[in-house]
């Protein structure tokens, strides 16, 4: 299959690097200054980025799943670490369940900032073990690893209904009955909160159909962000391999090095046709679009982890000093094949949905 991107699509990954370039995320994490995101953010709604997947009706750019993965590409190279995954690419997809557009006007403007409630426990995402539950338009339960949890105005929480279906259900931050607490986390640019329900109001979004398609538009979209730290890791190795020199010659030129940047290009480049390839099946409503999701996130997350660890060596010492930038991308991709899946739960569940869990004798 030969995929493309659109003119529209180019443009907004152009104006998206050049807005990242002059914010320098990286820069930013590693000052010993705080710094006031909540600029960058009014600066991402003056420039549209917020609308990205909203009605045009409402301001939005009506992008699909292609779109949204393509600009957090992006994201994912400058290493941005705005709750922009959670609010714009995982809210504005939920929140299109919802008959009041409201919540999703807030947020096209950058007065509202959203985030996915879905894990307990230890955090897998098989979702076997879900306890959170739903009566009389109350909510009860415990939510851990919850993204810029901390800072969100809205909760998406998935939690069982009368009868144990899964729903989908938004939650005011303000609402009575919630507490919100900090989590220590290994990412200094992802936050993370455990949130307490104690019979709070919440309004319901969808059944088990909208909590599928949410799990699978997260995983997908957060494979495409991995996609661009995988690639950040790679050309800063080989920026690096370049500009070095050992015994008077390029460290690049050595065979060792060379072999580290190959495998790493050949980690980049399958990630990248997994991710766009499940890009588009979402983009279509493909019948294999959640087996195409979980190859993606499956090989754009080793990918990310694999090109992050590796960079670390062809840098050596400099890679483990604060001021190198590398150490936030190796703790990104820790934290992300973490928290959506490791390649190991990830293939299960490819070979699950593919039905290739099943004894022979069963098969079709």
Not at 224 to 232: D, I, K, T, V
Not at 288 to 299: C, D, G, S
Not at 318 to 337: C, D, M, N, Y
Not at 341 to 358: E, K, M, T
Request: hydrophobic share 45%; net charge negative.
């Amino acid at each position: 299959m030969r995929f493309e991107f659109n003119e529209l699509q180019l443009e907004l990954r152009q104006v998206v690097g050049a807005f990242l370039d002059g914010l320098n995320p990286t820069h930013t994490l590693l000052s010993p200054e705080k710094t006031d995101e909540t600029k960058a953010w009014a600066q991402a709604a003056e420039l549209g980025l917020l609308g990205l997947n909203a009605p045009e009706a409402v301001g939005g750019l009506a992008g699909g799943p292609v779109t949204v993965a393509a600009l957090l590409e992006v994201m994912g190279n400058r290493h941005w670490s705005s709750p922009y995954l959670s609010t714009v690419a995982i809210g504005l997809d939920a929140l299109s369940f919802s008959p009041d557009q409201r919540w999703v006007e807030a947020i096209v403007k950058g007065d509202l900032q959203v985030t996915l409630a879905v894990l307990e426990g230890r955090g897998s995402l098989a979702l076997t073990d879900l306890e959170s539950t739903v009566r009389g338009g109350q909510i009860f339960g415990r939510k851990n690893f919850v993204l810029h949890g901390g800072a969100a105005d809205l909760f998406l929480v998935v939690a069982r209904e009368a009868g144990g279906h899964l729903g989908l259900f938004a939650v005011e931050a303000s609402a009575v009955g919630l507490t919100v607490c900090g989590e220590a986390a290994m990412d200094p640019g992802r936050p993370l909160a455990t949130i307490t329900f104690e019979g709070t109001p919440c309004q319901r979004l969808g059944g088990g159909d909208a909590v599928e398609r949410i799990l699978n538009r997260a995983q997908l979209y957060s494979a495409a962000e991995s996609l661009g730290g995988a690639q950040a890791c790679l050309d800063l190795a080989v920026s690096y391999a370049k500009d070095r020199h050992q015994f008077g010659r390029p460290i690049g030129s050595f065979q060792a090095i060379q072999h580290h940047c190959a495998e790493m290009l050949l980690q980049v480049e399958s990630a990248r046709s997994a991710v766009y390839a499940a890009a588009h099946a979402a983009e279509h409503e493909r019948e294999e679009t959640a087996m195409q999701i979980a190859m993606a996130q499956a090989t754009a997350s080793e990918a990310f982890f694999f090109c992050a660890g590796t960079c670390i060596q062809v840098l050596g010492g400099i890679a483990i000093t604060w001021e190198h930038p590398v150490h936030l991308f190796f703790k990104r991709a820790q934290g992300s094949r973490t928290l959506w899946g490791d390649p190991s739960f990830q293939r299960r569940r490819f070979i699950a949905l593919g039905g290739l869990d099943r004894p022979l004798a069963e098969a079709p």
